[in-house]
Nanobody, 115 residues
Framework: QVQLVESGGGSVQPGGSLRLSCATS????????MGWYRQGPGKQRELVAS???????NYADSVKGRFTISRDNIKNTVYLQMNSLKPEDTAVYYC?????????WGQGTQVTVSS
């Protein structure tokens, strides 16, 4: 059964850090590039970071230099280290594939950056 389970979100002050995890199941992880998406209040879902099976990474300009995506191909898990968080990073964060048909979305994990 294909499943995505995001965790690690929370409430932090500006400048803080969080590490998100996305555990996957369903025997697809090692074949596809994976990404972290986010959907802020009143906004469309956007891709903020991606990583290929060979661990090449790409970032949206808004998070470049602050976020780091990584993956563990044994644990079938993708991570997002978020540093220097800003209020505009407030969103629900999701993981999914970045190419081909997407798998069903998980519940996401809420990140709130506020003083």
């Amino acid at each position: 059964q294909v499943q995505l389970v995001e965790s690690g979100g929370g409430s932090v002050q500006p400048g803080g850090s969080l590490r998100l995890s996305c555990a996957t199941s369903g025997n697809f992880f090692n074949f596809y590039a994976m990404g972290w998406y986010r959907q802020g209040p009143g906004k469309q879902r956007e891709l903020v970071a991606s990583i290929t099976t060979g661990r090449n990474t790409n970032y949206a300009d808004s998070v470049k230099g602050r976020f780091t995506i990584s993956r563990d191909n044994i644990k079938n898990t993708v991570y997002l280290q978020m540093n220097s968080l800003k209020p505009e990073d407030t969103a629900v964060y999701y993981c999914n594939k970045v190419s081909g048909p997407l798998v069903p979305w998980g519940q996401g994990t809420q990140v709130t950056v506020s003083s």
